[in-house]
């Protein structure tokens, strides 16, 4: 077991509606990574928070957005959630900032009905 | 451009034939590649790095920079082998690039 748990496992919402997945990093890590894998996009990098402030972003839309608490669990937020949104979304941890090994979550399967 | 290409969306092959799953990468400096398994229903491990040069669960990796290739082998494929896998390339701000990944299905 990595020690990246996430929250919850299954979400089932309706279009336009918003939810919140929560991520917490392995023990002592401070670097957190958002990730999408969908069937036709495979796994696409999101965004990665170093220690509570925004590090890298990648292919993230307007519509979500994401943050690293003091305790750093991150949390990332959908809004205005469409059809094409549903997907699992990956949690990833590593010690620091970019080179480091990252150790991955089991993911919250999100469905847009 | 900075890329990874995983030709093979499916590889079935016989357990105890050998396995080569083909990953080449596109990236003008000094690449860091890594192979990662995801078996059903479970999370993304990390399965190795180009640069540790270990072996885990039989499988090992070369880079090769002239070919701009990573290939992951394995001599004598077992059941359990059976995930997806992908392989990652370090880009210049530090991210994953992921290839679309390889279903490698071990037939009994």
């Known amino acids: 077991d990595s020690g990246v748990t996430q929250t919850p496992k299954h979400l089932i919402t309706a279009t336009g509606q918003r939810v919140t997945l929560r991520c917490s990093p392995r023990s002592g890590d401070l670097s957190v990574y958002w990730y999408q894998q969908s069937l036709d996009q495979g796994l696409q990098f999101l965004i990665q928070y170093y220690n509570g402030e925004e590090r890298a972003k990648g292919n993230i839309l307007e519509r979500f957005s994401a943050q690293q608490f003091p305790d750093l669990h991150s949390e990332l937020n959908l809004s205005s959630l469409e059809l094409g949104d549903s997907a699992l979304y990956f949690c990833?941890?590593?010690?620091?900032?970019?080179?480091?090994?990252?150790?991955f979550g089991p993911g919250t399967r999100l469905t847009v009905l | 451009a900075q890329r990874v290409t995983q030709p093979e969306k499916l590889l079935s092959v016989f357990k105890g034939a050998p396995v080569e799953l083909k990953c080449n990468y596109s990236y003008s400096g000094s690449p860091e590649l890594f192979w990662y398994v995801q078996y059903s229903r479970q999370r993304l491990q990390l399965l190795l790095r180009?640069?540790?040069?270990?072996s885990i669960k039989g499988f090992t990796a070369d880079l090769n920079k002239g070919e701009t290739s990573f290939h992951l082998k394995k001599p004598f494929a077992q059941e359990e082998d059976s995930a997806m896998y992908y392989c990652a390339l370090r880009g210049s701000n530090y991210q994953l690039i992921w290839g679309a990944g390889t279903k490698l299905i071990i037939k009994p």
């Open positions: 180009h640069i540790s040069r270990e």
């Open positions: 990833a941890s590593s010690l620091d900032k970019s080179t480091d090994t990252q150790y």
